[in-house]
């Protein structure tokens, strides 16, 4: 465990589904981000919150809605997916400079299917 | 953030140590050099970082170039459990600065 937990581990999901992804941090850490990885990809950062307000939004498609009802916790709400979107979710969080090393500490990730 | 070059793969002999280069020629003054592993299907975990002296904990060592512009992390004695894609990224660290992965470099041990 790393202190950050990524729920459900693995989803699979027609494309007309609703469904949320969930993430908890209690490392006391103020930011939270959405990293997308897909196939042979490099990580793509979907979503950042830095006390709980989105300071950042990769462009990414309507259909994927973060939430972030608190420092701890951090939701991505999907509906209407694409099989493109089949991919690795993973959320982190950190703690800005200069109490933090500035290092991200990262969940287990959520595989995500989509059918 | 500076772009960073890392070869591609390596393999490295269990019990040897294993060092992974990166270079980063544009760094900037303000940037710091992180190094981050993915091990298969996990989330990636933060190994070390540093700004201009070398720096060591108990995972690696990550040795940096008096001109900064390249960097060498170390693993000192490598296990099976060390195969892994490790990064390297340098960005500036203060507030919640992002992190942005590139391809990094897939690491095998061999037994």
């Known amino acids: 465990e790393t202190g950050v937990t990524q729920t459900p581990r693995h989803l699979v999901m027609g494309m007309t589904n609703k469904k949320s992804l969930k993430c908890e941090q209690h490392?006391?850490?103020?930011?939270m981000y959405w990293y997308k990885q897909s196939a042979k990809k490099p990580l793509e950062l979907m979503f950042v919150?830095?006390?709980?307000?989105?300071?950042e939004n990769n462009s990414v498609p309507s259909r994927f809605s973060p939430e972030c009802p608190n420092s701890s916790h951090l939701f991505l709400h999907l509906h209407t997916l694409q099989p493109e979107d089949s991919a690795l979710y993973l959320c982190?969080?950190?703690?800005?400079?200069?109490?933090?090393?500035?290092?991200?500490?990262f969940g287990s990730g959520t595989r995500l299917t989509v059918v | 953030d500076a772009k960073t070059t890392q070869p591609t793969s390596m393999d490295c002999a269990e019990g040897r140590a294993a060092n992974l280069p990166c270079n980063h020629s544009t760094i900037s003054g303000n940037e710091y050099v992180y190094w981050y592993r993915q091990i298969h299907s996990q989330g990636p975990q933060y190994i070390i970082h540093g700004l201009k002296n070398n720096e060591t904990n108990e995972m690696a060592s990550l040795i940096i170039t008096e001109d900064r512009k390249s960097s060498t992390l170390i693993l000192p004695h490598a296990t099976l459990r060390d195969t892994a894609v490790y990064y390297c990224i340098v960005r500036v660290n203060f507030g919640n600065e992002k992190l942005t992965f590139g391809t990094g470099t897939r690491l095998t041990i061999i037994p």
């Open positions: 490392l006391g850490h103020n930011a």
């Open positions: 982190a969080s950190s703690q800005g400079h200069p109490t933090g090393s500035g290092g991200y500490t």
């Open positions: 919150y830095s006390l709980e307000e989105r300071v």
